[in-house]
């Protein structure tokens, strides 16, 4: 196997890909993990009372929310209501000043970040955050190894440990890519890719980790209309085939189509949570948000 | 500059679309032709003004030293500074078991001296690698001094005078080699003039430069398989942004301190190379200076590719001897030729394929963009 796949650098054999056309997601490949199909129903993660202070700021006071399992939960607010620190919270870059996250039931405590991953937990970054240097393939790849334990030893007699799981990674991989429609571009350097390909990208490296919950910071940002519309259209795809999304979103419309509920963040406060229908109608919401700025997309 | 690697490239590319018998028969006359070298002694390559056999040994001793710099330095993306204290303390342990406190055979020396040096690499690696970019290079750089500075002071060590009569491998005595002497383009052998496969002595260094070859071969081989798996993945995520690594799902520490151990071991066993070569070793032989040098290898080889910094570590060993007769001057021309690198091949001589790739369509890119501007 590792002779016809390019998980190396410069003398790694590469798999020729043909000349890359227009990436178009071919959403009919199932991605699903087996393991998500009979996800108990029910509260898949919990805020409970977070608080995170920096010195005398509070980015996030008290917050609570939960996410129903194979939900779109939409979290939205104005720049600086703390939607990316409650992502932070969530996947462990940051410990909550007070407050807990529970996960499926389980608190998250002290995990370090690829402990949580490991959990079920991925997530995409509202500034691209790839491996620019690797390409699109080896990205997905790395996603991929986070269920992997092929260590140094295994790894260099070529156990059949490295073989299974090199083989798996490369399926899953190719699988979303696919899925992606990145398929096409799977040996370009991820630095290489057009801006719309790396948001995609950065998704399907998420989804390799085989996640329970699918955090999505902004991934429609910077992308026209158009692309926004059909980008929204992937991801109620992807809560199709099991996954529960979080979803930050700027672009009100947008969330009001996709999601299953909101919850909306004003200066790290909880204002308000409900169907998109009754967040429309939310006085508060409407001062905070909607009614202060028309173009906060 | 540029054209010298394209051509470098291109030969690997034509050598890499061959068919496989054909790969294989061409690889193993280059292999060969490499470990006859200090036999054929051809012309313009040898040393006239030191012993060939002996820069061959160095340049493999260093190539070797490379390629563990390589994997901390150009896959993981950790700046070490300090790699000599691990070469100092592969020499060491081999010498304090094999003479200073000990009469342990260097076969059982080696894997000694790597077991010593990667616990050293997880002592230094378990509290340093907690920080960051310029702290660590300032940690590291540290190490190296202060391993320096044991090894003077410590009198069990042999402090300032060093250890001596340290093992060679065993030999065994098969055949003689003869050389080959050339007189202009002529060349014929010199029964004269022998060396014994396979007997070390302090006279002969070329049993060690093949010894030394043949690690540096299996070594690249490990590298590679290691390079190619998660292992390798993990250490290339990390290098490009540790925090999304991560949330990735890679324990990035743990990956970090495995690239620093097996750096470490792959430096002490030069170290214990080095070692019985000398038969003698002073820690004046385990300055700064040297730490540097191995830096400029990786450096100039071109980070993160192999071939690229073992042919960086084989030419800045080779050229300094070769050109002995300059005396002095060669240093300045050598310190010229790296900055002269630095400004016009900042990515190296070698580097990854995929740098170069990168670089190619961020031009293009920028020719677009320019043309954008100025239409």
């Known amino acids: ?297 | 500059m540029s054209t010298v690697s394209t051509t470098l490239h291109r030969v690997g590319d034509r050598f890499r679309s061959l068919p496989r018998p054909a790969k294989l028969a061409l690889a193993v006359l280059a292999v060969l032709l490499v470990y006859l070298l200090p036999i054929i002694n051809p012309p313009l390559i040898t040393t006239t003004d030191s012993d060939f056999g002996a820069v061959l040994f160095s340049c493999a001793m260093y190539a070797l030293v490379a390629i563990g710099l390589n994997i901390v330095i150009g896959y993981a993306g950790l700046l070490d500074l300090g790699y000599i204290g691990f070469f100092a303390v592969g020499a060491f342990t081999v010498g304090v078991l094999g003479s200073q406190h000990g009469k342990l055979p260097l076969l059982l020396c080696i894997p000694a001296a790597m077991a010593v040096t990667m616990v050293s690499g997880v002592l230094l690696g378990a509290p340093t690698l907690r920080v960051r970019g310029d702290y660590l290079a300032i940690v590291t750089l540290g190490f190296g001094e202060i391993i320096r500075l044991v090894l003077v002071n410590t009198n069990w060590l042999g402090a300032s005078r060093g250890i001596s009569n340290i093992p060679s491998p065993p030999s065994i005595d098969l055949f003689g080699v003869p050389h080959l002497v050339w007189n202009g383009a002529v060349a014929s052998i010199d029964l004269g003039n022998e060396t014994r496969f396979l007997q070390f002595s302090v006279t002969d260094s070329i049993p060690f430069y093949w010894l030394t070859l043949t690690i540096v071969l299996v070594v690249l081989f490990l590298d590679w398989l290691m390079q190619n798996s998660r292992v390798g993945r993990a250490w290339e995520a990390t290098r490009e942004d540790e925090d999304a690594a991560e949330l990735m799902g890679v324990p990035t520490f743990r990956f970090k301190l495995l690239a620093f151990a097996t750096g470490a071991a792959i430096g002490g066993l030069s170290g214990a190379l080095f070692a019985t070569k000398q038969a003698f070793i002073n820690p004046d032989n385990f300055t700064i200076i040297y730490s540097v040098l191995f830096v400029a290898m990786v450096v100039v080889g071109g980070q993160g590719n192999r071939w690229g910094v073992v042919l960086a570590a084989a030419l800045l060993t080779w050229a300094p001897e070769k050109f002995r007769f300059l005396s002095d001057a060669r240093f300045l021309l050598f310190g010229m030729a790296l900055m002269a690198l630095a400004i016009f091949r900042p990515q190296g001589l070698l580097p990854p394929r995929r740098t170069v790739r990168a670089k190619q369509a961020d031009e293009e890119t920028e020719v677009l963009e320019e043309g954008v501007a100025h239409a």
């Not at chain 1, 690829?114 to 699109?136: E, P, Y």
């Not at chain 1, 399907?204 to 059909?230: H, I, M, Q, S, W």
Request: aromatic share 6%; glycine share 10%; net charge negative.
């Open chain 1, 1 to 297: 196997m590792p002779e016809s796949t390019s998980t190396g650098g410069a003398t790694g054999a590469q798999v020729v890909a043909p000349e890359p056309t227009e990436s178009v997601p071919d959403t009919s490949v199932d991605i699903t993990v087996e393991e998500l199909v009979d996800l108990p129903r029910g509260k898949m993660l919990e805020v409970d009372d977070v608080t995170l202070r920096f010195g005398g700021v509070k980015a996030l006071d008290g917050v609570s929310f939960h996410i129903n399992t194979g939900e779109i939960l939409g979290l939205i607010g104005p720049n600086g209501a703390g939607k990316t620190t409650c992502f932070n919270v969530m996947t462990g870059v940051y410990q909550p000043t007070s407050g807990a996250v529970r996960f499926m039931g389980d608190p998250l405590g002290k995990r370090q970040k690829f402990q949580i991953t490991k959990l079920g937990i991925a997530r995409t970054f509202q500034n691209i955050r790839l491996f620019h240097n690797m390409t699109a393939l080896e990205n997905v790849l790395v996603g991929a190894d986070a269920h992997h334990s092929t260590g140094m030893v295994s790894a260099l007699l070529r156990l059949p440990k490295h073989r299974a799981e090199e083989s798996e990674g490369l399926d899953r991989a190719f699988e979303l890519l696919k899925f992606m429609g990145l398929d096409r571009r799977a040996n370009e350097l991820a630095r290489n890719l057009p801006y719309g390909d790396q948001r995609r990208l950065e998704i399907a490296r998420a989804l390799a980790t085989n996640p329970k919950l699918l955090c999505l910071d902004e991934p429609a940002a910077g992308f026209n209309p158009a692309e926004k519309v059909r980008l929204m259209e992937l991801i109620q795809t992807i809560r199709d085939q099991g996954y529960t999304v979080l979803l930050i979103e700027h672009d009100m419309k947008l969330v009001m189509g996709v999601t299953d509920r909101i919850v909306v963040l004003e200066f790290g406060k909880k204002i308000a949570e409900g169907l998109p229908s009754e967040i429309q109608d939310n006085p508060a919401v409407i001062a905070a948000y909607l009614g202060v700025d028309e173009d906060a997309s």
